[in-house]
């Protein structure tokens, strides 16, 4: 049984597009967390060591971080074709535009929000120019990021452009990527299960 461990309109709400996405059952556990208006706070039923979401547990096993579960649930459901399956010659593209996002994206668009600028950073991570220029090439190319089909890279993607526009390219291609995300039917049902708890 999976169980996931999820907080309203946080990074958790694209763990529930995902699930929609799949098709895949799955009871979600609402925690608290702290929120950026004070309000909240750690939750003592959340199993993540930092208190955090995402958190999913699957018989017992405990997964955390973003992009592992979302790599963890497109294996559980390999009929789904979210994820091109080991052997098609897109798994290379797919895996690294996960990695990427939570290697290098999330971290520049941190340093940005936060306006921490160091050498060091744009040695080790690159910045905003570089991440702008992959994701304009990649949807300049193809409809979607991995290629013209939809994936669970797109939900990634797409969940930070629809909560934080700004952290994608400015400009109507990625207006229209967006769009074209979170337009789909899971996409809506689960923004009905990700209303804010009374
Ligand atoms: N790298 C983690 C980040 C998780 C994360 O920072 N989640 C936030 C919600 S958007 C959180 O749980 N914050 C609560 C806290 O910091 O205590 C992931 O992608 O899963």
């Not at 993607?157 to 967006?178: C, I, K, N, T």
């Amino acid at each position: 049984m999976l169980t996931l461990i999820h907080a309203p309109q946080s990074r958790s709400s694209r763990i529930v597009w995902l699930l929609e996405e799949l098709g895949a059952p799955c009871d979600i556990r609402y925690v608290t967390i702290p929120r950026m208006d004070g309000s909240g706070g750690p939750d003592a039923d959340n199993p993540h060591p930092d208190k955090k979401v995402p958190a999913l547990l699957h018989d017992g096993a405990l997964v955390t971080e973003s992009v592992a579960i979302v790599q963890y649930l497109t294996d559980l459901h390999p009929k789904a074709g979210l994820a091109p399956l080991a052997g098609d010659p897109k798994r290379g593209a797919y895996l690294t535009w996960l990695a990427w996002y939570a290697g290098v994206v999330e971290p520049v668009i941190t340093h940005e929000f936060l306006k921490i600028d160091h050498p060091n950073l744009e040695r080790t991570f690159r910045g905003r120019k570089e991440v702008d220029g992959r994701i304009l090439d990649a949807l300049g190319r193809h409809a979607f990021l991995v290629g013209d089909d939809f994936s669970a890279v797109d939900v990634v993607f797409a969940s930070l452009g629809h909560w934080f526009r700004s952290a994608l390219p400015a400009g109507d291609r990625v207006d229209e990527y967006v769009k074209a995300c979170i337009d789909r039917p899971a996409f809506r049902r689960a923004m009905e299960r990700d209303k804010p708890r009374a």
